[in-house]
Nanobody
């Protein structure tokens, strides 16, 4: 079993910044993929940013504003969000895939990010 604990969401004014964290724990030998997704009311969940051992990937809507990073020793992935816009308002979820007792594909519980105009 792999558990993910997210933190860092909240309410911020447009133009502000937030940093999300997602810490993984449990039976983990290798983490291949760490990603952040978001889901706004009435919309489908979408990829925001993802990171592997040798690459990062961003949604076009956040390029230049958001930065994903990881700390392998802490098994933690971060999402630094700058220049936030009201349209960034959503529940943000982290997703981690790798291998432990077997392969795993785990999701966090979600953290609310609200950007006021």
């Amino acid at each position: 079993q792999v558990q993910l604990v997210e933190s860092g969401g909240g309410l911020v004014q447009a133009g502000g910044s937030l940093r999300l964290s997602c810490a993984a724990s449990g039976s983990i030998l290798i983490i291949n993929y760490m990603g952040w997704y978001r889901q706004a009311p009435g919309k489908q969940r979408e990829l925001v940013a993802a990171i592997t051992s040798d690459s990062t990937n961003y949604a076009d809507s956040v390029k230049g504003r958001f930065t994903i990073s990881r700390d392998n020793a802490k098994k933690t992935v971060y999402l630094q969000m700058n220049s936030l816009r009201p349209q960034d308002t959503a529940v943000y979820y982290c997703n981690v895939m790798g291998y432990g007792l077997g392969t795993f594909d785990s999701w966090g519980q979600g953290t609310q990010v609200t950007v006021s105009s």
